[in-house]
T-cell receptor, first 113, second 113 residues
Framework: GENVEQHPSTLSVQEGDSAVIKCTYSDSASNYFPWYKQELGKGPQLIIDIRSNVGEKKDQRIAVTLNKTAKHFSLHITETQPEDSAVYFCAASRGNAGNMLTFGGGTRLMVKP | NAGVTQTPKFQVLKTGQSMTLQCAQDMNHEYMSWYRQDPGMGLRLIHYSVGAGITDQGEVPNGYNVSRSTTEDFPLRLLSAAPSQTSVYFC????????????FGPGTRLTVT
């Protein structure tokens, strides 16, 4: 089955700096790669996703890049703010029945004011 | 819409006890799933359902049972709780096949002593 590895497990940045989180996956048939943000005491919430026919996608301060050949994808957050502090999860899926996701281990991002 | 709701929010069980974690969604989503979240391991799929009357196993199904008698509800049953089942449990729903966003509930924190 699919295996998703995520690095780093913790990341501390100064407010205004950029943050990058990286994930690798093993299943070459995976074609959907979402990123979820989880705030303390809440369930994960989708912040951005990318499909395999696209190399990069941006949404304001958040961007995701995908390298299918190398089987890795990354989340980039620019101009970080304290409210970006949370746990971020990458995931991969074949996009088939039920869209069942395989998650990475998570990254705790701390943005220091 | 309330989205995905879960009850209870917290639960403490003794080894060998049974209980049911409740999950409901009011978005008329076909697909529902249960994940468990353990430190450093991301979210792992327990069971999922592609529609009323249809369920299947995920990555870590042992010790858990599910059923889906209605579109709205997807309860998770622990027949004989074990300390290894101490975790945070999330229910999620998604509209259907393909790479759609998964909507997560707020979670149930379960401790088995």
């Amino acid at each position: 089955g699919e295996n998703v590895e995520q690095h780093p497990s913790t990341l501390s940045v100064q407010e205004g700096d950029s943050a990058v989180i990286k994930c690798t996956y093993s299943d070459s048939a995976s074609n959907y790669f979402p990123w979820y943000k989880q705030e303390l005491g809440k369930g994960p919430q989708l912040i951005i996703d990318i499909r395999s026919n696209v190399g990069e996608k941006k949404d304001q301060r958040i961007a995701v890049t995908l390298n299918k050949t190398a089987k890795h994808f990354s989340l980039h957050i620019t101009e970080t703010q304290p409210e970006d502090s949370a746990v971020y999860f990458c995931a991969a899926s074949r996009g088939n029945a039920g869209n069942m996701l395989t998650f990475g281990g998570g990254t705790r991002l701390m943005v220091k004011p | 819409n309330a989205g995905v709701t879960q009850t209870p929010k917290f639960q403490v069980l003794k080894t060998g006890q049974s209980m049911t974690l409740q999950c409901a969604q009011d978005m008329n989503h076909e697909y529902m799933s249960w994940y468990r979240q353990d430190p450093g391991m991301g979210l792992r799929l327990i069971h999922y359902s592609v529609g009323a009357g249809i369920t299947d196993q995920g990555e870590v199904p042992n010790g858990y049972n599910v059923s889906r008698s209605t579109t709205e509800d997807f309860p998770l049953r622990l027949l004989s709780a074990a300390p290894s089942q101490t975790s945070v449990y999330f229910c999620a729903s998604t509209p259907g096949t393909g790479p759609y966003e998964q909507y997560f509930g707020p979670g149930t924190r379960l401790t088995v002593t």
